[in-house]
Nanobody, 121 residues
């Protein structure tokens, strides 16, 4: 069973920063690729960033240069460092895990419960 537990969301003013964390059940961590998605009210779910099991990363154009996805293998945790936040970044952020095929298709089988990020102007 793969378990994902997110934390780190909150409210921040535009231009501020937040760091999201996603703790992954240890037995599954090594073979998984990980991703962060977000969903704003009334909108679809968008992929924000991916970190492959080999360590490579991919970002949505809207967050390039502002967000950084990383992992701490010792803690079985993936992070999303978010800088220069804007109100358009306001959304529920979800951590997802699976093999790369499912991640790319946006159909990951394993999801966290979500953490809210609110950016005020």
């Amino acid at each position: 069973q793969v378990r994902l537990v997110e934390s780190g969301g909150g409210s921040v003013q535009a231009g501020g920063s937040l760091r999201l964390s996603c703790a992954v059940s240890p037995t599954a961590y090594n073979w998984l690729s990980m991703a962060w998605f977000r969903q704003a009210p009334g909108k679809g779910r968008d992929r924000v960033a991916i970190i492959w099991s080999g360590g490579g990363t991919v970002y949505a154009d809207s967050v390039k240069g502002r967000f950084t996805i990383s992992q701490d293998n010792a803690k079985n945790t993936v992070y999303l460092q978010m800088n220069s936040l804007t109100p358009e970044d306001t959304a529920m952020y979800y951590c997802a895990a699976d093999s790369c095929v499912y991640i790319v298709a946006g159909s990951s089988r394993y999801w966290g419960q979500g953490t809210q990020v609110t950016v005020s102007s």
